[in-house]
């Protein structure tokens, strides 16, 4: 009777097909993980807003994904939305891939690593220029490293040194 709900409110079962290059069993991620990192990284759960200290954290340095450790945000792309979760204007390209999220009964933009799955929020398309797209994250999935910097690449290589 109340099936359909609770199968909504569930989640339906998220697309299998894709493999990740980081790829653990369930217990395998349960092992590595702390319950709260476990929550968000595996069953799309979201923190409570304002929970995470890294919501207020606005040193220099790179957020990685708490379940393999790839980068996913700088520090400069940070940015204060107001709602109580980290939140950030854009990704470290190649980081991060969506998929649409019809939980709750809304129609949302899903984020996860894309070298674990591991889902880490949603974007929403009301953040600030010059991308417009507010990465809204879950400060349990993410790892910061406090003065880390991204090793910089540039297209026009004039200034290259390797
Ligand atoms: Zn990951």
């Known amino acids: 009777m109340a099936e359909g709900l609770l199968g909504r409110l569930g989640g339906k079962k998220h697309a299998p097909a894709k493999e990740f290059a980081v790829a653990l069993s369930e217990e395998g991620w349960r092992r590595k993980l702390s319950p709260a990192q476990y929550r ?3 069953e799309h759960g979201t923190e409570r807003a304002g929970t995470s200290p890294l919501d207020k954290e606005y040193g220099e340095g790179i957020y990685h994904c708490a379940g393999c450790g790839q980068p996913l945000f700088a520090s400069d792309s940070k940015f204060n939305s107001g709602t109580g979760w980290p939140s950030f204007s854009a990704p470290v390209e190649h980081a991060v891939e969506t998929e649409t999220d019809r939980s709750f009964f809304m129609t949302r933009t899903e984020v996860h690593c894309s070298r674990c799955g591991g889902h880490l929020g949603h974007v929403f ?3 600030p220029q010059p991308t417009g797209l507010r990465y809204c994250m879950n400060g349990a ?6 003065g880390e910097k991204l090793p910089v690449v540039r297209e026009d290589d004039s200034s290259r040194t390797i």
């Open 141 to 146: 999935a993410l790892d910061f490293q406090r």
């Open 125 to 127: 398309d009301d953040g």
């Open 40 to 42: 968000v990284l595996r």
